[in-house]
């Protein structure tokens, strides 16, 4: 029996790596695909939500599947690195789907990983259900696993739907050089990557532009 586009055989099981399709329905915490004759329910957080386009039109979603005795659910997001976010957070201690999913609906996944780098427990114990020893320990267990390329990510695939260099094209080269130039002088990885993702730039603007934009913004903090 052939399987659903989206859909990739690994041995005995078949695991859904994305799905693509119209988007049917959107709730709460899930949405609808239509793929191939079917309507596949995938559990997704706010920040997907909140970026997601209009019932009726085209969307890949990067999925997760949870295999339970008595359940099977699917967890998508936007981008493999936001899916890879929500799978390190399932090998935190005491977080499942529900709880992972609540914490990047709260935080959206750059922010996260930023929390994590910056070791930032005060933003990452506002997501429901997470108090201080939670946060603590999701720091301590992810923060040899968050690289600073990863927080780069939504501005090089444009992603993320709230920073001003995303919304703006900003280019990926002028992106990555103004970052290499701040670390260069002395700014860690994580304050370089906050502060271009904090700058007002726009897409004409070149590494050195971009470069004197966040250290304005730095200069004020």
Same mark, same amino acid.
């Given at each position: 029996?052939?399987?659903?586009?989206?859909?990739?055989l690994? #041995?005995?099981? #078949?695991?859904?790596?994305?799905?693509?399709?119209?988007? $049917?329905?959107k709730?709460?915490?899930?949405?609808?695909?239509?793929?191939?004759?079917?309507?596949i329910?995938?559990?997704?957080?706010?920040?997907?939500?909140?970026?997601?386009?209009?019932?009726?039109?085209?969307?890949?979603?990067?999925?997760?599947?949870?295999?339970?005795?008595?359940?099977?659910?699917?967890?998508?997001? =936007?981008?493999?690195?936001?899916?890879?976010?929500?799978?390190?957070?399932?090998?935190? &201690?005491?977080?499942?789907?529900?709880?992972?999913?609540?914490?990047?609906?709260?935080?959206?996944?750059?922010?996260?990983?930023?929390?994590?780098? #910056?070791?930032? +427990?005060? $933003?990452?114990?506002?997501?429901?259900?997470?108090?201080?020893?939670? $946060?603590?320990?999701?720091?301590?267990? =992810?923060?040899?696993?968050?690289?600073?390329?990863? =927080?780069?990510?939504?501005?090089?695939?444009?992603?993320? +739907?709230?920073?001003?260099?995303?919304? &703006?094209g900003?280019?990926?080269?002028?992106?990555?050089?103004?970052?290499?130039?701040?670390?260069?002088?002395?700014?860690? &990885? %994580?304050?370089?990557?906050?502060?271009?993702?904090? %700058? &007002?730039? #726009?897409?004409?603007?070149?590494?050195? +532009?971009?470069?004197?934009?966040?250290l304005?913004?730095?200069?004020?903090?």
């Amino acid at each position: 029996m052939p399987s659903p586009p989206g859909c990739l055989l690994h #041995t005995k099981f #078949t695991v859904i790596s994305y799905v693509k399709g119209i988007l $049917a329905e959107k709730a709460k915490d899930r949405i609808v695909v239509e793929s191939g004759m079917m309507g596949i329910g995938i559990f997704v957080p706010m920040s997907v939500l909140e970026v997601l386009p209009p019932l009726g039109e085209e969307v890949k979603i990067y999925t997760h599947l949870q295999v339970r005795e008595d359940d099977m659910s699917l967890y998508g997001f =936007l981008s493999r690195s936001d899916l890879e976010m929500f799978r390190q957070l399932l090998g935190v &201690n005491g977080i499942g789907p529900k709880g992972a999913l609540g914490i990047l609906s709260a935080l959206r996944p750059e922010d996260l990983r930023l929390a994590v780098m #910056t070791g930032d +427990a005060k $933003a990452i114990s506002r997501a429901p259900g997470v108090g201080a020893k939670t $946060a603590q320990r999701i720091i301590l267990d =992810l923060k040899d696993k968050v690289q600073a390329e990863d =927080l780069l990510t939504p501005l090089l695939d444009g992603s993320a +739907a709230v920073s001003p260099a995303a919304e &703006n094209g900003l280019s990926g080269n002028a992106v990555k050089e103004a970052v290499e130039a701040l670390v260069a002088l002395g700014y860690t &990885n %994580a304050e370089a990557v906050k502060a271009v993702k904090s %700058a &007002n730039v #726009t897409e004409e603007m070149d590494s050195e +532009a971009v470069l004197k934009a966040s250290l304005k913004y730095l200069a004020f903090l």
